[in-house]
């Protein structure tokens, strides 16, 4: 039998040969050995051409100014915008690990948080939020400048340019922070919170509670003239313990997972992609170098000396997770090593800048065992289901690492925090932060309602809350 072979329309014809006539119409004109670059070469042409373009532009216009100071100031900027960029691509990391650690049938759900968590603190803080925590204002709350409508830069506690950051850099970077502790939350209460209450609830977080008690150090309010000063680089008290207090306060209120117990016994269950949580964890590793060196708010030969003593911690806090969990339960567990380098990273925070490097691989140590036997404490013995983990990693570590900034022999000579000091800030802080989170979620329980059905627990959350599936055309195992 003969094949029939139908004949290429003209069409399609016609489009190859315009196409070759474009192609030869100015190929040729280019040098051969520059055919041979690569697309993504070709396209940082134009892009390096932007660039030159406006640093001359710059450095015309700023001719008598470009003393070094200036210079400095300029490179300090730039600096703070990376290291924001670097916290802000945490909440990937959050959302990664989260999403793994939970159940196929949430996942769309704890992505959705994740995802909209950061564009919520973006637009409180800048309303208020960095007004509450910088503003001018007694001990207790500042105030002045909302809606960054100063041009002052006195007015959010800055110096001028260049010797501090421009205002808008100085609020990129401390909203970066501000949600972090509102993603916190998100781990403790996933697989059963309304996706309408965790809304205003981190809206009432980053906005009230996390903007108070970040003017009581950070913005320059009553703890740092309580003995020698409370001491927190970068945050382990002020961003991960009252993330994980009103974590605590939020898993608590809403109650534990359907099946969670029974007869008074925690059940096992599972996360369904520990791809994800390992992914997540790995983002979150390389985001902390944004979160500690940045704390520097400068760039200075002190920011690489941060790095490495943040990554010490994360470090041992991996390996002592690790062995401790292979002593404990008889094999090493991933959830264990992943929260081990989270618990690691998260206790170095307030002293990363203090630490000697053996004190940061200490600290690591210890807060590596911690998360291993903190976990089981909450799950078994307070009965608080906490599916990922985060209160153990941020409220737990978060204390600790606060602590170990006043241990003599964990620092350099002379940088040792007031133990007491470091002792009341904690307190106080907690204190604050279960009271008025627990007021938080009283009054939306009361209003809004903040958990879910029983019914769209067990069909799963993205669908009740969403109407879609994260994986939707695979074959899944039935959701228990």
């Not at 925070?349 to 807060?367: E, F, N």
């Not at 570590?397 to 007491?420: E, R």
Request: glycine share 12%; with cysteine.
């Amino acid at each position: 039998m003969t094949s029939i072979v139908k004949p290429k329309s003209s069409k399609s014809r016609n489009h190859r040969k315009t196409n070759r006539y474009t192609a030869a119409s100015w190929l040729p004109r280019i040098p051969k050995k520059w055919r041979r670059l690569s697309p993504s070469l070709w396209a940082c042409i134009p892009l390096a051409a932007l660039i030159v373009a406006l640093w001359s532009t710059a450095a015309s216009a700023q001719e008598q100014e470009l003393t070094p100071e200036y210079v400095q100031g300029v490179l300090n900027t730039i600096w703070i915008v990376v290291a924001s960029i670097l916290v802000i691509f945490m909440n990937a990391g959050f959302g990664m690990l989260e999403t793994g650690f939970c159940r196929q049938k949430n996942a769309v759900n704890i992505l959705s948080k994740n995802l909209i968590v950061f564009a919520l603190a973006t637009l409180i803080y800048w309303a208020v939020g960095f007004s509450f925590m910088y503003g001018q204002g007694g001990g207790f709350i500042g105030g002045g400048g909302w809606f960054l409508s100063s041009g002052d830069p006195a007015t959010y506690g800055l110096a001028p340019f260049p010797e501090g950051l421009p205002i808008p850099v100085s609020f990129l970077f401390q909203v970066a922070f501000a949600a972090t502790a509102a993603t916190i939350v998100s781990g403790a209460v996933a697989e059963r919170v309304r996706f309408s209450a965790f809304i205003v609830f981190s809206l009432l977080l980053v906005g009230i509670s996390y903007a108070i008690t970040g003017h009581w150090t950070w913005g320059g309010g009553w703890l740092n003239n309580v003995g020698g000063g409370f001491q927190d680089f970068a945050g382990s008290t002020i961003v991960h313990s009252v993330g994980g207090w009103a974590a605590l306060m939020g898993a608590y209120w809403i109650g534990p997972r359907t099946g969670k117990y029974e007869d008074g016994r925690p059940q096992a269950i599972p996360g369904h992609n520990m791809s994800l949580a390992t992914l997540g964890c790995l983002i979150l590793w390389i985001g902390w170098f944004g979160f500690n060196p940045g704390s520097e708010l400068a760039a200075t030969p002190n920011v690489p000396y941060i790095a490495v003593t943040t990554n010490l911690s994360a470090a041992a806090g991996g390996v002592a997770a690790t062995i401790t969990s292979a002593i404990k339960d008889g094999k090493p567990d991933i959830s264990m090593i992943i929260n081990g380098i989270l618990g690691g990273l998260v206790a170095i925070t307030a002293g990363c800048d203090a630490m000697t490097y053996a004190g940061a691989a200490i600290t690591g140590v210890i807060a590596g065992v911690l998360v291993v036997f903190a976990v089981p404490f909450f799950d078994s013995v307070l009965k608080i289901d906490d599916p990922v983990g985060a209160i153990s990693v941020h409220l737990v570590n978060g204390a600790w690492g606060t602590i170990a900034v006043a241990f003599p022999f964990f620092t350099q000579s002379g940088s040792t925090a007031d133990f007491l000091a470091q002792i009341i800030g904690i307190l106080s802080i907690g204190l604050f932060t279960v009271v008025l989170s627990s007021i938080f979620w009283l009054v939306l329980k009361a209003t809004l309602g903040i958990r879910v059905s029983e019914d769209e627990e067990k069909e799963g959350l993205d669908i009740g809350e969403h109407g879609m599936e994260a994986y939707h055309g695979f074959i899944k195992e039935a959701s228990k």
